[in-house]
């Protein structure tokens, strides 16, 4: 299973890394939140940790499945890296002409000297944590890539045993 996810994260940035021009359409980012926070609350719950969705119905335009995985990355790893009982806030809102999509965590946090190493392919800040959450170390490397396609700014906020915020802005 490990290993089918590995394959196929590397074939999603080999696709981006293409530079292939894919069709935009209208996206209800808010609408993307829901659905993936549907797909998470079983594992939250199974931690005792709380998901609250804030904001308002934004759209922005771009690639609804590469959008959908950002989503899905930054709030998969907010439950996966969170402590017992945490919570996770998901946050969408305007600022302007811009949209915002905030997504922070009550958990571990990212030692600072790791932090901007953090994108990077295959880069695990803890690599004992792998098999206990399955991941491949290529989930933030997919959102850096497919925020650079949609010309998002990408931010991370994290201290270590605080939490950790990344902020999106189309």
Same mark, same amino acid.
């Given at each position: 299973? *490990?290993?089918?996810?590995?394959?196929? +994260?590397? !074939?999603?940035?080999?696709?981006? +890394?293409?530079?292939?021009?894919?069709?935009?359409? +209208?996206? +209800?980012?808010?609408? #993307?939140?829901?659905?993936?926070?549907?797909?998470?609350?079983?594992?939250?719950?199974? *931690?005792? !940790?709380?998901?609250?969705?804030?904001? @308002?119905?934004?759209?922005?335009?771009?690639? %609804? $499945?590469?959008? &959908?995985?950002?989503?899905?990355?930054?709030? @998969?790893?907010?439950?996966? &890296?969170?402590?017992?009982?945490?919570?996770?806030?998901?946050? #969408?809102?305007?600022?302007?002409?811009?949209?915002?999509?905030?997504?922070?965590?009550?958990?571990?946090?990212?030692?600072?000297?790791?932090? *901007?190493?953090?994108?990077?392919?295959?880069? %695990?800040?803890?690599?004992?944590?792998? %098999?206990?959450?399955?991941?491949?170390?290529?989930?933030?490397?997919?959102?850096?890539?497919?925020?650079?396609?949609?010309?998002?700014?990408?931010?991370?906020?994290?201290?270590?045993? $605080?939490?950790?915020?990344?902020?999106?802005?189309?």
């Amino acid at each position: 299973s *490990r290993l089918v996810n590995l394959i196929e +994260d590397v !074939i999603r940035i080999s696709h981006m +890394d293409e530079g292939v021009e894919i069709p935009r359409e +209208d996206i +209800d980012l808010m609408a #993307v939140v829901k659905e993936v926070i549907e797909t998470l609350q079983t594992a939250a719950q199974k *931690r005792g !940790i709380s998901i609250r969705i804030s904001g @308002d119905h934004c759209h922005i335009q771009g690639v %609804r $499945s590469m959008i &959908y995985e950002i989503v899905q990355n930054l709030c @998969d790893n907010a439950v996966k &890296y969170n402590v017992e009982n945490g919570s996770v806030d998901v946050a #969408v809102k305007r600022s302007g002409k811009r949209t915002l999509l905030k997504v922070k965590d009550t958990g571990i946090g990212i030692p600072a000297e790791r932090q *901007r190493r953090i994108f990077q392919p295959f880069y %695990r800040v803890d690599k004992s944590h792998s %098999r206990a959450t399955g991941g491949t170390g290529l989930g933030l490397a997919i959102v850096k890539h497919v925020a650079q396609i949609h010309k998002a700014e990408l931010e991370l906020n994290s201290e270590e045993k $605080s939490g950790t915020s990344v902020v999106l802005t189309f």
